[in-house]
């Protein structure tokens, strides 16, 4: 079981900044994949960033690259999402995301809502 919370969210206007944290407890942080996802009103969850434990891979939201940046600290057992340049699209309501590289399990936390205003 791991378990992930996250901070951070808030209110900003368009081209400003905010970082998301996730905090993660229970397994071992490095045997899983770290990501992002968000999911506005309406709309389904959609992937933002992953980060792989050893390797440290990236992938970006075609959305999101350029502005936004995905980081871990594996000896705090922490997550980041750097979010720059923010457009009113990108509010949503932000997840942290744990998968474990082998068995592929996932867990979600509860979420943090980052809104942007025009």
């Known amino acids: 079981q791991v378990q992930l919370v996250e901070s951070g969210g808030g209110l900003v206007q368009a081209g400003g900044s905010l970082r998301l944290s996730c905090a993660a407890s229970g397994r071992p942080f490095s045997t899983y994949t770290m990501g992002w996802f968000r999911q506005a009103p309406g709309k389904e969850r959609e992937f933002v960033a992953t980060i792989s434990p050893r390797d440290g891979r990236i992938d970006y939201a075609d959305s999101v690259k350029g502005r936004f940046t995905i980081s871990r600290d594996n000896a705090k057992n922490m997550v980041y999402l750097q979010m720059n340049s923010l457009k009113v699209e990108d509010t949503a309501v932000y997840y942290c995301?744990?998968?474990?590289?082998?068995?592929?399990?996932?867990?979600w936390g509860q979420g943090t809502q980052v809104t942007v205003s025009s």
């Open positions: 995301n744990a998968e474990h590289v082998i068995t592929t399990l996932n867990y």
